[in-house]
């Protein structure tokens, strides 16, 4: 099993998409992204999705050389078409332009709010890899994602996949600390963790996939030889889910905008975090109450009460000094999917 440093894999995914045809500062951005997955602790949306990517390339799914771009705007909104260029760098794109508005005065008056949507989004991968980038600059985030080009996830009471794994995140500023982060799948389990799961030769929990014939299963290619998985919580995950896809499907009219695969698109809501109080209030009130949450004590089996994002944030401190351990199968896979594209790593 190959160790990367960040910076090293950085590096070769970069090439690899250049070598796909994307332009330099694109190539960099999904880099950036895939590889700041992975030092989350988040493989599932780390170079593991390169094959994946390239093969949207050439099916003509992921355009490599589009830019997004903005096509309806106000003050405190923009409706972004995505025209199918790499997901990441859509998702950057939109995040940054959600933060700038939020953060913009006009004739000296502040907005603090922005709201944007995505049509035409290509995979973007794990959402608080944007949400987190707003929240280091001070802006509370929240983004949903709804799909339709695969269904993957079975409606509660249902026999039949319907909606995608269509996941949320929440992100806050947190002055004294890494962002506080909800990033989830509406599904029980995310469809990259359980390639993750393949390529390490391992079993998946129980009761989060069907095999194709609507049994239960924990072998993960039962769910690759067309089973699909089951919404987190029973009738909760399957709610959250159906919110994600009206926001991001219907609200924003995504439908309009069809092309070689048919996603609803992103819905995204940015917010100053100085909106309804100074900083050092917000700071104070933020370090007192996540220090009553973390104060609790641990339950049998736990040795600490630990708050959103933080095992990510530890996981990131691990990684930055050990580097990133890549399974041998996910290596092999990236390693062969980088030769279609006349790139040897």
Known sequence: MPTLMKQELESLTADIFRHAGAPVDLAQQVAEVLVDNH??????????????????????EIVPTARPEVIQETPVSALVQGHWALGQATGIYAADLAIAKAKAKAKAKAHHLAVVSVVQAAHTGRLAAF????????VVMFMAIGTVDRPMTAPFGGAAAVPDTNPVAFSLPNPDGPPITLDIATSAIAAGKVKVAKARHENLPPDVILDKAGRPSVNPQDFIDGGFLLPFGGHKGYALAVIAELLS???????SFPAVTQRSGIFIFAMDAALFRAKPDYAQALAQRLGQIKGVPPAQGFTEVLVPGEPEARTRTRREKEGIPIPDDTWQAVRQAAQSVGCEI
């Open 39 to 60: 030092m989350a602790g988040h493989d599932s949306h780390g170079i593991l999705r390169i094959p994946e990517y390239l093969k949207s390339i050439v099916d003509g």
């Open 131 to 138: 949400t987190e980038r707003a929240a280091r600059q001070e």
């Open 249 to 255: 499907g219907p609200l924003i009219g995504a439908e």
